[in-house]
């Protein structure tokens, strides 16, 4: 077969793990970006993890057009010169046409080189920026973080309630802030304070206590677990009854299994569907597999990137088209509904529109575990990419 991609993973150890034995003979190659040493590792491990995993599953349902894909693992650790070399090196060394990546700032600087290269790009940072015109070659699996967060707004105007914002300065955290505000105006909805909180805090209490005396009873959290489990565990302590809206990498299993009855009751703006859900197809396979940590959501999305990919892949390959960044681009952008096995909301994506999906349910925990308690979707006509783009600035 004359297609190829290349994944490239120095964790050769890993890969041998997962059983990719016959790494030195596969015929298709894609690349991936991880972070398994940095603050933000507690999603960036799980996340590579299910990527490997995940086209584990596609190499054993037959591959794509029958050929087995490999994947070539750099870790750069959030770094983002780091990431540019590993980049380069994918390209350059390996030829890779689609990189699996990771998170804001490192991925940002990987928009000018994937769009000269034209290289498919799959970060786990969802930016409004990875849009059509700014970053033609980067696809995600779920809602942006400001979709998330206006319908997190929403949510809080459902409820009656006053919001406050507690987030992590710069990346991902702060990202959604403005589009945060701009909808709690649209829509009547009061924030009554604004705090920052690091990535890993050893307590919340200043925060709260302005929190308390706001009269917040909502707190949208835009950080990591470590940040919202710290926050629950005081919030309880300091007598405070304002809960939680956790972004997507705030509100994991990691959250509710930590933070135990303090969890109880607290939201997230959850971007997969839950560990054992049966309404997924691929849930059974995702439950058999023997990693440790299968339940946490940033492995399912890892598992439901991977799975995208080999979508676009196989598409492009059934038409007869070379799998090259160009032709795999076309692909991304002929997906209607594409649910990745029912692991994320249904995927669509068109040349005009790159923002996969404008579904963002609300989750609570309940008993320990994530359970859907409003099922929430944006209208595209008012936040899709053609509504927002004369105004959106990168």
Avoid at 353 to 364: F, G, K, L, N, T
């Amino acid at each position: 077969m004359k297609k190829r991609l290349i994944v490239v993973v120095t964790l050769l150890g890993m890969a041998l793990l997962l059983g990719f034995g016959a790494v030195a003979q596969a015929e298709i190659v894609v690349g991936g970006i991880s972070n398994r040493t940095a603050p933000t590792s507690d999603g960036g491990i799980p996340h590579m993890d299910g990527v490997l995993y995940g086209w584990k599953w596609v190499n054993d349902q037959g591959g794509i057009c029958g050929e087995k894909v490999k994947v070539v693992e750099i870790e750069c650790g959030y770094d983002q010169p780091r990431t540019v070399a590993a980049f380069k090196k994918l390209v350059g060394s390996y030829k890779v046409q689609l990189i699996h990546g990771f998170g804001t700032p490192d991925s940002l600087a990987c928009v000018p080189f994937s769009t000269r290269q034209k290289i498919i790009f799959m970060p786990v940072s969802y930016l409004m920026a990875w849009n059509p015109e700014y970053a033609p070659y980067f696809f995600v699996t779920t809602a942006s973080y400001s979709h998330a967060g206006r319908g997190a707004v929403q949510f809080v105007k459902k409820e009656g309630g006053k919001l406050a914002l507690l987030y992590n300065p710069g990346g991902f955290g702060e990202d959604p802030i403005a589009d945060i505000k701009d909808e709690a105006k649209r829509i009547g909805v009061e924030i009554v304070a604004e705090e920052n909180i690091g990535y890993a805090p050893t307590d919340a209490v200043q925060q709260i206590l302005k929190f308390k005396q706001s009269g917040a009873t909502h707190i949208w959290m835009g950080n990591t677990d470590s940040a919202m489990i710290v926050l629950a565990k005081d919030l309880k302590k300091q007598g405070c009854d304002a809960k939680i809206i956790g972004n997507i990498y705030a509100a994991t299993e990691n959250f509710a299994k930590t933070a135990g009855p303090d969890a109880e009751g607290h939201y997230g703006m959850y971007g997969t569907v839950s560990f054992g859900d049966k309404s997924s197809q691929a849930m059974a396979a995702i439950m058999a597999c023997d990693y440790k940590n299968k339940h946490y959501s940033s492995f399912i999305r890892g598992w439901a990137q991977a799975v995208m990919a080999a979508e676009a892949m196989n598409i492009a390959c059934k038409a007869g088209k070379e799998l090259t960044g160009p032709n795999l681009k076309e692909a991304f952008e002929s997906m209607k509904d594409f649910s990745a096995g029912g692991l994320v909301p249904p995927i669509t994506i068109t040349a005009k529109d790159h923002y996969a999906s404008m579904v963002v349910p609300v989750y609570q925990v309940k008993n320990g575990k994530w359970v859907k308690v409003w099922d929430n979707t944006l209208d595209r006509s008012k936040y899709g990419w053609q509504a927002i783009k004369d105004t959106w600035k990168p």
